[in-house]
């Protein structure tokens, strides 16, 4: 895994041009902060708790949960405990295979 950001880890585990799986480990108050991006996204908390904020709401979220990020809306998670997210987007985000 790739750290990306402190307390946030990436592994990009499979892709293909319009579709990305990716797992995120993060440390206990590891944070993604908020941003956009033009990809439809479905995460996965495989493990932990998560505040997670989508356009300006925010809900906790436990392990066997999820939730949808349309494209374009804002939206960012931090990690009340120690956790892991699986992520899916629409098309590929060719930016996470640059940073590899």
């Known amino acids: 895994m790739d750290r990306v950001a402190p307390g946030n880890r990436r592994a990009v585990l499979s892709e293909r041009p ?14 993604r902060p908020l941003h956009s991006h033009l990809n439809s996204q479905v995460s996965y908390v495989a493990e932990g708790t998560f505040d997670v904020t989508v356009d300006g709401e925010t809900v906790r979220l436990g392990p066997g949960s999820s939730f949808v990020v ?8 931090v990690a009340v405990t120690e956790g892991i997210l699986i992520d899916t987007f629409n098309p590929r985000r060719d930016d996470f295979l640059e940073t590899q």
């Open 18 to 31: 319009e579709l990305m799986l990716v797992a995120f480990r993060f440390e206990e108050g590891g944070i």
């Open 70 to 77: 349309a494209p374009h809306l804002v939206h960012g998670v």
